[in-house]
Protein backbone atom coordinates (compact mmCIF):
# COMPACT_ATOMS: atom_id res chain seq x y z
CA UNK A 1 0.00 0.00 0.00
CA UNK A 2 1.50 3.69 -0.96
CA UNK A 3 2.16 5.39 2.51
CA UNK A 4 4.20 8.52 3.75
CA UNK A 5 5.59 7.97 6.68
CA UNK A 6 6.71 11.07 8.97
CA UNK A 7 8.32 8.98 12.34
CA UNK A 8 8.44 11.90 14.71
CA UNK A 9 5.06 13.24 16.15
CA UNK A 10 7.03 15.99 17.82
CA UNK A 11 9.80 18.12 17.37
CA UNK A 12 12.03 20.87 19.50
CA UNK A 13 14.01 22.70 18.68
CA UNK A 14 15.36 26.15 20.26
CA UNK A 15 14.59 29.76 18.51
CA UNK A 16 17.90 30.04 16.00
CA UNK A 17 18.70 26.75 15.73
CA UNK A 18 18.48 24.80 12.85
CA UNK A 19 15.56 22.40 12.39
CA UNK A 20 14.60 19.60 10.10
CA UNK A 21 11.15 17.48 10.16
CA UNK A 22 11.56 13.84 8.20
CA UNK A 23 9.47 12.19 5.80
CA UNK A 24 9.46 9.19 3.47
CA UNK A 25 7.33 7.08 1.02
CA UNK A 26 6.27 4.41 -0.16
CA UNK A 27 5.10 5.25 -3.46
CA UNK A 28 5.53 3.34 -7.10
CA UNK A 29 6.98 5.60 -9.86
CA UNK A 30 7.95 9.29 -9.35
CA UNK A 31 6.09 10.63 -6.95
CA UNK A 32 5.60 14.79 -6.49
CA UNK A 33 6.23 15.91 -2.99
CA UNK A 34 4.98 18.13 -0.88
CA UNK A 35 5.25 19.68 2.48
CA UNK A 36 2.25 21.65 4.02
CA UNK A 37 2.24 23.46 7.11
CA UNK A 38 -1.12 23.62 9.35
CA UNK A 39 -1.77 26.54 12.07
CA UNK A 40 -4.28 26.32 15.06
CA UNK A 41 -8.10 26.06 13.68
CA UNK A 42 -6.41 26.91 10.01
CA UNK A 43 -6.46 25.20 6.73
CA UNK A 44 -3.02 23.81 5.39
CA UNK A 45 -1.04 26.35 3.56
CA UNK A 46 1.38 24.85 0.45
CA UNK A 47 5.35 25.36 1.51
CA UNK A 48 7.28 23.94 -0.98
CA UNK A 49 7.17 21.17 -3.35
CA UNK A 50 8.90 18.33 -5.72
CA UNK A 51 8.40 17.79 -8.83
CA UNK A 52 11.79 16.77 -10.76
CA UNK A 53 14.77 18.02 -11.49
CA UNK A 54 17.72 20.28 -8.44
CA UNK A 55 17.05 17.72 -5.28
CA UNK A 56 17.11 21.02 -2.69
CA UNK A 57 14.16 23.02 -3.80
CA UNK A 58 13.47 25.95 -1.54
CA UNK A 59 9.88 27.09 -0.40
CA UNK A 60 7.93 29.73 1.71
CA UNK A 61 9.28 31.56 5.07
CA UNK A 62 12.68 30.55 4.49
CA UNK A 63 12.18 26.59 4.28
CA UNK A 64 13.73 24.19 1.93
CA UNK A 65 13.81 20.51 1.39
CA UNK A 66 16.10 17.71 0.35
CA UNK A 67 14.82 14.92 -2.49
CA UNK A 68 16.74 12.08 -1.96
CA UNK A 69 15.57 9.38 -4.44
CA UNK A 70 18.04 6.26 -2.99
CA UNK A 71 16.07 6.43 0.36
CA UNK A 72 12.80 7.59 -0.87
CA UNK A 73 13.17 10.64 1.81
CA UNK A 74 11.79 14.02 1.91
CA UNK A 75 12.91 16.13 4.35
CA UNK A 76 12.33 19.81 5.54
CA UNK A 77 15.00 21.76 6.39
CA UNK A 78 15.56 25.18 7.71
CA UNK A 79 18.53 26.76 8.52
CA UNK A 80 17.33 28.90 11.98
CA UNK A 81 14.17 28.23 13.20
CA UNK A 82 11.82 31.18 14.95
CA UNK A 83 9.22 31.19 17.30
CA UNK A 84 6.76 31.76 14.93
CA UNK A 85 7.55 28.63 12.75
CA UNK A 86 5.88 26.57 15.95
CA UNK A 87 3.22 24.80 14.02
CA UNK A 88 1.93 21.10 12.57
CA UNK A 89 3.94 20.16 9.37
CA UNK A 90 2.51 17.63 7.01
CA UNK A 91 4.54 15.98 4.23
CA UNK A 92 2.53 14.93 1.20
CA UNK A 93 2.70 12.36 -2.29
CA UNK A 94 1.37 13.03 -5.52
CA UNK A 95 1.52 9.12 -6.88
CA UNK A 96 1.78 8.35 -10.37
CA UNK A 97 3.57 11.78 -11.34
CA UNK A 98 0.23 13.71 -10.68
CA UNK A 99 -1.79 11.66 -13.38
CA UNK A 100 -4.47 12.33 -9.99
CA UNK A 101 -4.91 14.74 -7.74
CA UNK A 102 -5.10 12.09 -4.41
CA UNK A 103 -2.96 13.56 -2.05
CA UNK A 104 -1.61 11.02 0.82
CA UNK A 105 -0.43 12.67 3.79
CA UNK A 106 1.58 11.82 6.34
CA UNK A 107 0.33 11.88 9.89
CA UNK A 108 2.02 14.97 10.97
CA UNK A 109 4.52 16.57 12.70
CA UNK A 110 4.47 19.37 15.37
CA UNK A 111 7.18 21.44 15.15
CA UNK A 112 7.56 23.08 19.01
CA UNK A 113 10.36 26.28 18.52
CA UNK A 114 11.34 27.44 22.40
CA UNK A 115 12.84 30.91 22.50
CA UNK B 1 -6.79 36.84 -5.48
CA UNK B 2 -9.23 36.06 -2.69
CA UNK B 3 -8.67 32.13 -1.38
CA UNK B 4 -10.47 29.41 -0.59
CA UNK B 5 -13.53 30.14 1.43
CA UNK B 6 -15.66 27.72 3.00
CA UNK B 7 -18.91 27.95 4.86
CA UNK B 8 -20.21 27.48 7.45
CA UNK B 9 -16.99 27.33 9.49
CA UNK B 10 -18.31 25.88 12.60
CA UNK B 11 -21.35 22.96 12.62
CA UNK B 12 -23.01 20.92 15.51
CA UNK B 13 -25.35 18.52 13.89
CA UNK B 14 -26.77 15.62 15.90
CA UNK B 15 -26.50 11.81 14.87
CA UNK B 16 -28.91 10.76 11.86
CA UNK B 17 -29.45 14.18 10.10
CA UNK B 18 -27.70 15.46 7.41
CA UNK B 19 -25.54 18.47 6.39
CA UNK B 20 -24.15 20.05 3.26
CA UNK B 21 -20.58 21.83 3.40
CA UNK B 22 -19.70 24.48 0.79
CA UNK B 23 -16.24 25.28 -0.67
CA UNK B 24 -15.46 28.63 -2.94
CA UNK B 25 -12.56 27.97 -5.06
CA UNK B 26 -9.90 30.45 -6.23
CA UNK B 27 -10.83 32.50 -9.08
CA UNK B 28 -9.98 30.75 -12.07
CA UNK B 29 -9.23 27.36 -10.02
CA UNK B 30 -11.57 24.62 -11.79
CA UNK B 31 -10.10 21.80 -9.32
CA UNK B 32 -11.99 21.40 -6.25
CA UNK B 33 -11.25 18.52 -3.35
CA UNK B 34 -12.33 17.79 -0.64
CA UNK B 35 -10.39 15.84 2.59
CA UNK B 36 -11.35 14.96 6.18
CA UNK B 37 -9.09 15.29 8.93
CA UNK B 38 -9.37 13.76 12.36
CA UNK B 39 -6.75 13.01 15.26
CA UNK B 40 -7.19 9.69 14.67
CA UNK B 41 -7.17 8.98 10.83
CA UNK B 42 -5.08 12.43 9.72
CA UNK B 43 -5.55 13.76 6.62
CA UNK B 44 -8.04 11.47 4.01
CA UNK B 45 -8.76 12.54 0.57
CA UNK B 46 -12.88 12.19 -0.22
CA UNK B 47 -12.95 13.13 -3.61
CA UNK B 48 -11.95 15.41 -6.42
CA UNK B 49 -14.08 17.38 -8.68
CA UNK B 50 -13.38 18.95 -12.13
CA UNK B 51 -15.71 20.87 -14.87
CA UNK B 52 -18.50 19.27 -12.57
CA UNK B 53 -17.22 15.95 -12.66
CA UNK B 54 -16.13 13.58 -10.28
CA UNK B 55 -12.51 12.67 -11.06
CA UNK B 56 -11.34 10.88 -8.36
CA UNK B 57 -13.12 9.51 -5.17
CA UNK B 58 -11.38 8.04 -1.87
CA UNK B 59 -12.57 5.02 0.37
CA UNK B 60 -15.27 6.57 2.28
CA UNK B 61 -18.77 4.97 2.30
CA UNK B 62 -21.93 6.34 0.40
CA UNK B 63 -22.78 8.22 2.56
CA UNK B 64 -20.38 11.11 1.61
CA UNK B 65 -21.20 12.87 -1.68
CA UNK B 66 -20.47 15.52 -3.31
CA UNK B 67 -20.83 18.32 -6.31
CA UNK B 68 -19.18 20.75 -8.41
CA UNK B 69 -21.29 23.34 -10.35
CA UNK B 70 -20.50 25.52 -13.53
CA UNK B 71 -18.80 28.47 -11.57
CA UNK B 72 -16.96 25.66 -9.81
CA UNK B 73 -17.78 25.81 -6.88
CA UNK B 74 -18.52 22.80 -4.56
CA UNK B 75 -20.70 21.44 -2.05
CA UNK B 76 -20.50 18.15 -0.14
CA UNK B 77 -23.02 16.26 1.80
CA UNK B 78 -23.14 14.00 4.61
CA UNK B 79 -26.20 12.19 5.04
CA UNK B 80 -27.19 10.19 8.29
CA UNK B 81 -23.77 11.26 10.43
CA UNK B 82 -22.56 9.27 12.77
CA UNK B 83 -20.78 10.30 15.83
CA UNK B 84 -17.33 9.20 13.87
CA UNK B 85 -17.80 11.86 11.10
CA UNK B 86 -17.25 14.30 13.55
CA UNK B 87 -14.13 16.51 11.96
CA UNK B 88 -12.64 19.25 10.19
CA UNK B 89 -13.53 18.87 6.53
CA UNK B 90 -10.72 20.65 4.17
CA UNK B 91 -11.46 21.83 0.72
CA UNK B 92 -8.68 22.28 -1.76
CA UNK B 93 -8.44 23.66 -5.14
CA UNK B 94 -6.05 24.30 -8.31
CA UNK B 95 -5.66 25.37 -11.37
CA UNK B 96 -6.36 22.98 -14.11
CA UNK B 97 -2.91 24.49 -16.10
CA UNK B 98 0.12 26.01 -16.03
CA UNK B 99 2.58 26.08 -12.95
CA UNK B 100 0.18 25.64 -10.41
CA UNK B 101 -1.07 23.21 -11.69
CA UNK B 102 0.00 20.49 -9.05
CA UNK B 103 -0.20 22.90 -5.91
CA UNK B 104 -3.35 23.34 -3.95
CA UNK B 105 -4.75 25.92 -1.75
CA UNK B 106 -6.32 24.45 0.86
CA UNK B 107 -9.38 26.64 2.55
CA UNK B 108 -9.26 26.91 6.20
CA UNK B 109 -12.27 23.84 6.82
CA UNK B 110 -15.27 23.29 7.95
CA UNK B 111 -15.09 22.13 11.93
CA UNK B 112 -18.21 19.35 11.91
CA UNK B 113 -19.02 18.18 15.40
CA UNK B 114 -22.03 15.34 15.23
CA UNK B 115 -23.63 14.49 18.92
Known amino acids: ?115 | KAGVTQTPRYLIKTRGQQVTLSCSPISGHRSVSWYQQTPGQGLQFLFEYFSETQRNKGNFPGRFSGRQFSNSRSEMNVSTLELGDSALYLCATRSAEGQGYHEQYFGPGTRLTVT
Open chain 1, 1 to 115: AQSVAQPEDQVNVAEGNPLTVKCTYSVSGNPYLFWYVQYPNRGLQFLLKYITGDNLVKGSYGFEAEFNKSQTSFHLKKPSALVSDSALYFCAVLPTGGATNKLIFGTGTLLAVQP
